[in-house]
């Protein structure tokens, strides 16, 4: 069984940094991502990268997130800065089952998820 254990939320200011870490148990032959979502609204896809480092981020925070991994660890990270109020969300990371030519931002795609982990942007 897959099993994915998210770390590295907290609060911060707007204009701040944190970077989050998955660690992932099991084998995983598919995309991972990181996926969000807030009160009130659904989970949306954040950042995703496939095994051989493809990646795909949501226009929202192109240029200010980005999504790396260590395959050989079994290890996904999502490095934010410039975070902003909107940001905030419980952000969850994410395995599929297969593969796909691209990575895929939908959550529907994605079989195994971790717990979450909380990050509040607020001043």
């Known amino acids: 069984q897959v099993q994915l254990v998210e770390s590295g939320g907290g609060s911060v200011q707007p204009g701040g940094s944190l970077r989050l870490s998955c660690a992932a148990s099991?084998?995983?032959?598919?995309?991972m991502g990181w996926f969000r979502q807030a009160p009130g609204k659904e989970r949306e896809g954040v950042a995703v990268?496939?095994?051989?480092?493809?990646?795909r981020y949501r226009d929202s925070v192109k240029g200010r997130f980005t999504i790396s991994q260590d395959n050989a660890e079994n290890r996904l990270f999502l490095q934010m800065d410039s975070l902003e109020p909107d940001d905030t969300a419980m952000y969850y990371c994410?395995?599929?089952?297969?593969?796909?030519?691209?990575?895929?931002?939908?959550?529907?795609?994605?079989?195994?998820w971790g717990q979450g982990t909380q990050v509040t942007v607020s001043s």
């Open positions: 994410a395995a599929a089952s297969r593969k796909w030519i691209l990575p895929s931002l939908l959550s529907e795609e994605y079989t195994y």
């Open positions: 099991g084998a995983i032959s598919g995309c």
């Open positions: 990268m496939d095994r051989d480092g493809v990646a």
